[in-house]
């Protein structure tokens, strides 16, 4: 009895120095663990910097559709020898000094619809972003829902061994005094040792098991893997069961929901939509392009090199020499080596594929959704069936443990007994927090976010 003291007093010490925030600090429920975890985590962040890039590219499109190009130049020089003079547009060999300016515009008046496309293109491009997002934010909510319960069933398991390891020291005490009185034999004690070594073994298995648990966790969090971390593990105690009740909705409308609100088909569909528009703008690449330039240009010129010339000042040759221009242009595509119609049959063959990917994604979500409620149904009914049979090994155990203090049953078949219980709860727990994930997913199916079901 005395080596099954300082045993559990020195595991209580393990467990203090491994999870310390279970004594102090914030007790964080699944909802501030989740809303952690999409703040801190580095998917989302560097799907927000794609999505910053998209908002570019949208902006650059609107651009390019409804405004020119202009630009600017000028430019200033020296010459040494043989030039044409400006002056007289004859050849001289005197040192020259040349500086001028320019200002050109263009803008293309059609281009097959490019722009137009573009433009919807970009704008269908921004939309799957944020679906994207909204899909990576609910990855990290699921993953966190699974990791969160992880922690729940092995800290609610190390209390269930717990309890059963001072059962234990209770039942091989009591096997000693019995032995003492000559009602039981050293065989009996022995057993009972032995079956207090196996629960003693299965609480630091089940501890080693919460401590890997916790470390998943904070991975997933992105929560600081050095610091301590506190959860509320109210949801797996006796008397919450109410949250077992299951929605209304039935399969149809459900998959009706997840067609609505699910990222994935939003980015299926956006890419089936992009690929039908760049089809589009290949077709047009062979029609003719029509596009309308304009420029100004001036400049200023003087010869200090020969001797008594005098320049016209500079504001005077400014505006004298200033001229302008205006251009149209027409190009028609005659022969690319067929590079036109490549493109065109290599845009057909990518619309067919994302066509195809965007049905077979609403295939797969709709058996994703019938299998998800034949889970969540089937979790629910093997939660029932696991308390049943708890209560049952409950009641079972306590009557055995009443038979082996008056020394009616065997120390095996009391520990056969106190197995059963123990298999019993821990399978019962196991059974409530399955169905606890198994319904989350069905209502993010349903339409309703992960974070918002909380």
């Not at 040192?95 to 619809?113: D, E, H, K, Q, R």
């Not at 459900?254 to 609100?261: K, P, Q």
């Not at 965007?358 to 069936?385: H, M, N, P, T």
Request: charged share 25%; hydrophobic share 35%; aromatic share 10%.
């Amino acid at each position: 009895m005395k080596k099954g003291k300082i045993f559990i007093a020195a595991a209580v010490s393990a467990v203090m120095a491994a999870f310390p925030a279970k004594s102090s600090g914030q007790v964080m429920t699944l909802k501030d663990c989740m809303e952690y975890a999409t703040s801190n985590s580095t998917k989302l962040r560097i799907q927000q910097a794609t999505n910053d890039d998209n908002q570019v590219a949208r902006r650059d499109a609107i651009l390019a559709a409804f405004t020119p190009t202009v630009s600017g130049q000028g430019h200033v020089y020296y010459n040494f020898g043989r030039a044409i003079d400006p002056e007289s547009n004859t050849y001289i060999s005197t040192t020259s000094f040349n500086n001028a300016y320019s200002v050109s515009a263009g803008i293309n008046l059609f281009n097959g619809f490019q722009a137009v496309n573009n433009l919807r293109i970009t704008k269908t491009a921004k939309a799957m972003g944020i679906s994207q997002e909204q899909q990576i934010e609910d990855q990290v909510c699921l993953a966190t829902i699974e990791a969160y319960y992880n922690v729940v069933y092995y800290s609610r398991l190390a209390d269930i061994l717990s309890d059963q390891v001072r059962t234990a020291q209770e039942a091989l005490h009591l096997a000693r005094r019995q032995e003492e009185l000559g009602q039981k034999g050293y065989a009996d004690v022995v057993q009972m040792e032995a079956d207090l070594s196996d629960r003693e073994y299965d609480l630091i298995t089940a501890w080693n098991s919460l401590e890997d648990a916790y470390i998943t966790l904070k991975d997933v969090m992105f929560w600081p893997i050095t610091d301590s971390l506190a959860i509320d593990t109210s949801s797996a105690e006796e008397g919450n069961e109410l949250y077992l009740l299951t929605d209304e909705n039935n399969p149809d409308d459900i998959i009706g929901n997840a067609m609505n609100t699910l990222p994935d088909i939003s980015i299926a569909k956006g890419n089936m939509e992009n690929a039908r528009l760049e089809l589009r703008t290949a077709r047009w690449q062979l029609s003719p392009t029509l596009s309308l330039y304009g420029g100004w240009s001036t400049s200023y010129y003087t010869y200090p090199g020969q001797a008594g010339y005098t320049a016209d000042p500079f504001w005077n040759q400014f505006r004298n020499n200033g001229g302008e221009y205006l251009q149209l242009s027409l190009s028609i595509p005659i022969f690319d080596r067929l590079s036109r119609h490549s493109d065109i049959a290599r845009k057909k063959n990518a619309y067919k594929r994302a066509t195809a990917e965007y049905e077979q994604k609403v295939r797969e979500v709709e058996a994703e959704v019938l299998r998800a409620i034949k889970d969540r149904d089937g979790a629910e009914s093997a939660y029932f069936q696991a308390e049943k049979r708890a209560n049952v090994q409950e009641e079972a155990f306590s009557l055995n443990s009443r038979k082996f203090e008056l020394g009616l049953i065997s120390s095996i078949e009391y520990k056969t007994a106190s197995e059963s219980y123990l298999k019993a709860k821990a399978e019962r727990l196991n059974a409530l927090l399955q169905f606890y994930l198994k319904k989350h997913v069905v209502s993010y199916y349903n339409g309703i976010s992960y974070i918002d079901q909380f």
